[in-house]
């Protein structure tokens, strides 16, 4: 695949077959992702992969949390609730995730189903649990590297016709994911991917998100127009 065919095409991929992939093919999206720069060089992420009974517990224990009212326990900043702009474009996403599945505004219950799918890792078969070492912990940069790495893991995958979706929700309860996929204490977790080939007949699978427009992105300083 093209460059351009990758990163115009790659979108988040919110439902699955369950046709397992193969770990050699999950060592070669590794091996690409790990080309990504990092500061200094210093490679500060390690990835959990997870598949079969192990993510299944993970699924469940997120799920009864959850259902619990457990609170989050993400083991990052995440600052301020969103709001302003960031706040339109993450529900302008999330009506169109809806508008997709034919969930309506008031029907609760297909509203927490779709939530817990994603607690479920949206029943992909595989998990990537990126985590990066805890003697970073105070340097903002290896968040950066953990978040370059992904980003090259997810267009590694779409070039080989895997889906994932980068997401929270799979870390949000990091004891249960702590316990099953036997991630050690020097280890921060980041963030969670999930991994598998596309369901084409899922609706949101189809879903592409907008951008905002260069004008707003980008700052040109020196250029002569
Ligand atoms: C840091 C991060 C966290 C995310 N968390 C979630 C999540 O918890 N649940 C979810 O469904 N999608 C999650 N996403 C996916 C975003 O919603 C998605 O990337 C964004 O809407 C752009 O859509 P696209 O990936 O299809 O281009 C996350 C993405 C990133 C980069």
Same mark, same amino acid.
């Given at each position: 695949m093209l460059f351009d065919e990758v990163i115009l095409g790659r979108r988040s991929i919110r439902g699955y077959t369950a046709e397992p992939v193969p770990r050699a093919l999950i060592e070669e999206i590794l091996g690409l992702a790990m080309r990504a720069p990092s500061s200094y060089n210093s490679q500060p992420y390690h990835f959990h992969v997870i598949t079969g009974e192990p993510l299944d517990r993970i699924r469940a224990g997120n799920v009864e949390r959850i259902l619990a009212g457990a609170p989050d326990s993400r083991e990052f900043r995440t600052g301020q609730p969103m709001g302003g702009v960031h706040r339109e474009r993450q529900i302008y996403v999330a009506k169109q995730l809806f508008g997709a599945m034919g969930i !309506?505004? =008031? +029907?609760k219950e297909r509203r927490q189903d779709w939530v817990l799918r994603g607690f479920r890792q949206? !029943? &992909?078969p595989v998990c990537v649990i990126i985590s990066y070492d805890r003697? $970073? &912990? =105070?340097? +903002?940069d290896a968040p950066f590297d953990c978040g370059a790495v992904a980003t090259a893991l997810v267009n590694a995958a779409w070039s080989r016709g895997l889906g994932t979706v980068i997401n929270s929700q799979g870390i949000m309860q990091s004891p249960v994911v702590r316990e099953h996929a036997r991630i050690p204490d020097d280890q921060i977790i980041m963030k969670s991917i999930a991994l598998g080939? @596309? =369901? $084409?007949?899922? @609706? &949101?699978?189809a879903v592409v998100s907008e951008r905002k427009s260069l004008d707003e992105a980008v700052s040109f300083v020196g250029f002569d127009q």
């Open positions: !309506d505004r =008031d +029907d949206f !029943d &992909a003697i $970073m &912990a =105070d340097c +903002d080939w @596309p =369901d $084409m007949s899922f @609706p &949101a699978n």
